[in-house]
């Protein structure tokens, strides 16, 4: 396991990222209770998604070795083809999609999926994203009709955003308050806020070179003078 994160070459491969995918699972298990098969929360009953990249085979090694898929229940994406017919080659048990996910969300491996780890290159409040994020409000609804919840975790860059020459802080703001517009209307029940997933004021602490969880975000960097990563974990019902 190589020590530093180096989002340009996909080492993904590193203790920040694997703490950062057992933290997934750590809030899937104390928040999320109707995607299990039991009380135990032993075992899922719902399919994982997962963009892969070169290193998404740790996070199904992670689950397997945790125990918790369900049979078959993990769906693997990539914009390779050659990548993913070398994951299908390898795992023919379970599910592969080659193609962007925006435009695959339709594909019928993606019908019994009720978490998402949208995984992504891109950074907090980029430009695509108020126009690519809501397309996957239809994955989130199947999700809740089918399982009465919906797990989403999205890691992005937080601090490329000083290239653009935008404060950290404001851009986190933004981009809770596009995942927000982006799902309203899904829950039954209620409405998300900004303030639920970044609490008010913490702009500052993010621009101050906070690390750590802020709301629904855990913030963290894979290397002392690494890009700090936003990883916004929400369990919708």
Not at 202 to 208: M, N, P
Request: with cysteine; hydrophobic share 40%.
């Amino acid at each position: 396991m190589t020590p530093l994160s180096d989002r340009q070459s996909d080492a993904f491969d590193n203790p920040a990222k694997m703490g950062c995918r057992e933290g997934n699972l750590r809030v899937l298990r104390e928040a999320a209770f109707l995607l299990w098969e039991d009380g135990d929360r032993t075992r899922l009953r719902c399919d994982w998604c997962e963009l892969m990249g070169a290193t998404g085979l740790l996070t199904l090694d992670l689950l397997e070795h945790q125990g918790v898929l369900a049979p078959g229940g993990f769906v693997g994406i990539d914009l390779d083809l050659s990548r993913i017919e070398g994951f299908r080659q390898r795992r023919p048990d379970l599910k592969w999609v080659a193609g962007n996910l925006y435009e695959r969300l339709e594909a019928p491996e993606l019908a019994n999926v009720g978490i998402l780890n949208l995984d992504e290159y891109g950074e907090v409040a980029n430009r695509s994203a108020p126009v690519d994020f809501p397309l996957i409000r239809g994955l989130v609804q199947r999700g809740l009709d089918t399982f009465g919840e919906f797990a989403l975790f999205w890691n992005q860059d937080l601090d490329a955003v000083v290239r653009r020459r935008q404060d950290r802080g404001q851009s986190l703001r933004r981009h809770a308050d596009m995942v927000c517009e982006a799902l309203k209307s899904c829950l039954p029940r209620r409405e998300l806020t900004s303030g639920m997933l970044l609490p008010e004021g913490s702009e500052d602490q993010i621009d101050a070179g906070f690390v750590g969880v802020l709301g629904a975000f855990e913030v963290y960097r894979g290397s002392v003078r690494g890009h700090r990563m936003a990883n916004l974990r929400v369990i919708l019902r």
